[in-house]
């Protein structure tokens, strides 16, 4: 399932009080992904870690209480986390999150709580939905497994896998990746997610380390480490790959100047340097700037000027009101419906 299709369904799971268990390669938005459903809905969200709880943490903490009638009772009082689900009053989501790294001594006590939404007698709120993430087993990430009476306990269990065109239009709309890097991806859309597990001190390309290639283009470390940590990020192929377009990024033709000369500035040959060329005009489209990178874009091979006018519209919604927008709209009309 992409990303896109899987928010929505968090959402949808939220509101009904769904259990889910979302599985895939490190790296690749499980978490953030549910972070940011439970914040659309307007929910509460609890983060639990199995992989550092005891198997008594689902418990209680063991207490001796005394009845009205004065005579003493054994018993394990809720606390904390616990604690808040039992008296939770509004819509809270709660994230077992790595659960396939917990021991099953860990995972087994967390039976009762998805689908008996009990705690040693105490009734879970109803207010209150359970969502788990875990790699897989293959991902060389700790995960054991999952007892097979836990995973059942789930309405489902969902595969997510990247999907480019979500990608950039999460990056396009935070505003904080680098376009280089996504204008590359563009380019390269098999190296968004190509994790593959090694005993070794490298690191693979995946959503989150491209996140972390862009902090690195963007924070200005000296030139002579800046490769060496992309290579880091990333892992030497794709780091090397990713080195040259850069290279290329940082000798394009001033996209200042072509934003001022829309018609006579130089439309490039090559594909990777048009893929640079249109990343850096997007991140500049704005009021006063969208009218002449649109004029520009109808000189253009037609998937390029659309890619460029899609990506600059969902940087800045307020665009597609511009006159210049509506009259390229209807001039592709084809690939936009």
Known sequence: MKPSVLSETLRIAIRNKDPLLIVGPPGIGKTDLTFQAAQAE?????????????????????????????????????????????KATRPTVFLLDD??????SVQAPAM?????????????????????????????????????????????????EAD?????KWALASNTVAFEVISFLRWKPA?????????EMKNSPCPRTWNAV????????????????????????AGVEFMAFLKIARELPSPDYVIMHPDEADVPKSPSTLYALCGALSARAGDNTFGNIVRFANRLPAEFSVMMIVDSTTKNRNLVKTKAYIDWSLKHTDVLI
């Open 191 to 199: 190296l968004l997610c190509d994790f593959k597990p090694t005993k």
């Open 42 to 86: 307007g929910a509460d969200l609890i983060v639990s870690h199995p992989v550092v709880s005891d198997p008594t943490d689902y418990k209680g903490m063991p207490w001796v209480i005394t009845l009205p009638d004065g005579t003493q009772k054994a018993t394990f009082l809720p606390f904390s986390d616990l604690e808040e689900l039992i």
């Open 164 to 168: 480019l065109d979500d990608w950039c």
């Open 214 to 237: 862009s902090k690195i283009v963007q924070h200005s470390y000296p030139k002579e480490a800046e490769a060496e940590m992309i290579m880091g990020a990333v892992g030497e192929g």
């Open 99 to 104: 659960l396939g790294q917990a021991a099953p």
């Open 112 to 160: 009762q709580l998805i689908l008996g939404r009990r705690i040693n007698g105490h009734k879970v709120s109803d207010e209150v939905v359970f969502i788990a993430c875990t790699n897989r087993r293959q991902d060389m990430a700790g995960v054991t497994g999952i007892l097979e009476p836990v995973k059942s306990r789930f309405i489902s269990i969902i595969n997510l």
